[in-house]
C-alpha cells in the first residue's frame, strides 16, 4: 500500500512524497529543492529513493534533483521535450513507466510550459499534474498557448471524477476567491472557499484535490458554462466567443487578479 504525503518547500510548492512501505522506497515528484526530502530520509534510515518524477524544467521543480540522485542514485524521470537536469528516462507522449511497483501513464499537457507532461496511475486514481491543473486554478502560460492549456487542462477533466489531483502549490485559497469572483452565485465554490480558508487557519494544506471537485468550482475547467461567460461577457463586452476564448479572458484576467 503506497502512502503519500506532502514535503513543503519554498514558501508554497509540495514535493510529493511516495512511499512503500514493505520495500522501504520512496519516490518523489518535483522536488525543486533537496533538503525536505534529505531530512525525510535522515528521519527514516533504511529507506531508499528509488525514483525521482519530474513534470517540468522550472527551477522550483528540478533544482535539488542533482543533489538527491548523487546522495541515493535514484532514477530521473522526465519529459523527453525539456532540459531536465540528470535525467535518465525521458517520456513522451502515451508512455508508461512503473514506479514503486505502479504504472503510470504519461500525458503530455502543454501550456505552463511546452514539453510538460503529468502522470496518471489509473488504478489507485493519481494525477501528479505539476502546475497544468491547480485546486480551483490552472498555471501561468509562460511558453504555451491559451489553446494549449485549453486543451491540457480539458483532457485532466475528463478523468474519472475520483481522481485525486496532486499539483505542486499551495494556490488554492487566492484560486477559489478568483473562482467566487466569476461564479459569485456558485455555491459549490463558497463552500469550498470556506472550507479551504478554515483549513489553511488550522495550518492544514488544501491538497490533494480530485476532479469532480475541480470540474464543480475551477473556473478554468468551467469555460462552457453560462454563468462562466456571461462574467466574461460582462466584463470585457458582450460577443460571440469559443470556448479557447473565453479560457483566454479567464487567465488574462487572472493573471492581475
Given at each position: 500500500?503506497?502512502?503519500?504525503d506532502?514535503?513543503?518547500?519554498?514558501?508554497?510548492?509540495?514535493?510529493?512524497?511516495?512511499?512503500?512501505?514493505?520495500?522501504?522506497?520512496?519516490?518523489?515528484?518535483d522536488?525543486?529543492d533537496?533538503?525536505?526530502?534529505?531530512?525525510?530520509l535522515?528521519?527514516?534510515?533504511?529507506?531508499?529513493?528509488?525514483?525521482?518524477?519530474v513534470?517540468?524544467?522550472?527551477?522550483?521543480?528540478?533544482?535539488?534533483?542533482?543533489?538527491?540522485?548523487?546522495?541515493s542514485?535514484?532514477?530521473?524521470?522526465?519529459?523527453?521535450?525539456?532540459?531536465?537536469?540528470?535525467?535518465?528516462?525521458?517520456?513522451s507522449?502515451?508512455?508508461h513507466?512503473?514506479v514503486?511497483?505502479?504504472?503510470?501513464?504519461v500525458?503530455?499537457?502543454?501550456?505552463?510550459?511546452?514539453?510538460?507532461i503529468a502522470?496518471?496511475?489509473g488504478e489507485?486514481?493519481?494525477?501528479?499534474?505539476g502546475d497544468?491543473?491547480?485546486?480551483?486554478?490552472?498555471?501561468?502560460?509562460?511558453?504555451?498557448?491559451?489553446?494549449?492549456?485549453?486543451?491540457?487542462?480539458?483532457r485532466?477533466?475528463?478523468?474519472?471524477?475520483?481522481?485525486?489531483?496532486?499539483?505542486?502549490?499551495?494556490?488554492?485559497?487566492?484560486?477559489?476567491?478568483?473562482?467566487?469572483?466569476?461564479?459569485?452565485?456558485?455555491?459549490?465554490?463558497?463552500?469550498?472557499?470556506?472550507?479551504?480558508?478554515?483549513w489553511?487557519?488550522a495550518?492544514?494544506?488544501?491538497?490533494p484535490?480530485?476532479?469532480?471537485?475541480?470540474?464543480?468550482?475551477?473556473?478554468?475547467?468551467?469555460?462552457?458554462?453560462?454563468t462562466?461567460?456571461?462574467?466574461?461577457?460582462?466584463r470585457?463586452?458582450a460577443?460571440?466567443?469559443?470556448?479557447?476564448?473565453?479560457?483566454?479572458?479567464?487567465?488574462?484576467?487572472?493573471?492581475?487578479f
Amino acid at each position: 500500500m503506497i502512502k503519500i504525503d506532502a514535503l513543503p518547500a519554498f514558501s508554497d510548492n509540495y514535493i510529493w512524497l511516495l512511499q512503500d512501505p514493505t520495500q522501504r522506497r520512496c519516490a518523489v515528484v518535483d522536488p525543486g529543492d533537496a533538503a525536505p526530502v534529505e531530512a525525510w530520509l535522515a528521519a527514516h534510515p533504511g529507506w531508499q529513493l528509488s525514483d525521482i518524477l519530474v513534470t517540468h524544467h522550472h527551477f522550483d521543480h528540478v533544482g535539488g534533483i542533482e543533489q538527491l540522485k548523487a546522495a541515493s542514485g535514484a532514477r530521473v524521470i522526465g519529459p523527453a521535450n525539456e532540459k531536465i537536469p540528470g535525467r535518465d528516462l525521458a517520456l513522451s507522449e502515451g508512455d508508461h513507466v512503473t514506479v514503486l511497483g505502479h504504472s503510470f501513464q504519461v500525458f503530455e499537457v502543454p501550456g505552463h510550459t511546452l514539453g510538460h507532461i503529468a502522470y496518471h496511475q489509473g488504478e489507485q486514481h493519481w494525477l501528479f499534474c505539476g502546475d497544468t491543473l491547480f485546486a480551483g486554478g490552472c498555471g501561468r502560460l509562460f511558453e504555451g498557448t491559451p489553446a494549449q492549456m485549453h486543451t491540457s487542462l480539458s483532457r485532466l477533466a475528463a478523468l474519472p471524477e475520483q481522481t485525486e489531483v496532486y499539483c505542486t502549490h499551495e494556490y488554492t485559497l487566492s484560486n477559489l476567491r478568483f473562482a467566487a469572483a466569476v461564479e459569485p452565485h456558485n455555491t459549490n465554490v463558497a463552500q469550498r472557499l470556506e472550507e479551504v480558508r478554515q483549513w489553511r487557519e488550522a495550518g492544514r494544506i488544501s491538497l490533494p484535490s480530485n476532479i469532480k471537485v475541480e470540474r464543480a468550482t475551477n473556473p478554468f475547467l468551467r469555460s462552457a458554462q453560462a454563468t462562466v461567460s456571461a462574467t466574461i461577457a460582462a466584463r470585457d463586452g458582450a460577443k460571440e466567443r469559443s470556448d479557447v476564448e473565453i479560457f483566454a479572458a479567464l487567465r488574462a484576467w487572472k493573471d492581475t487578479f
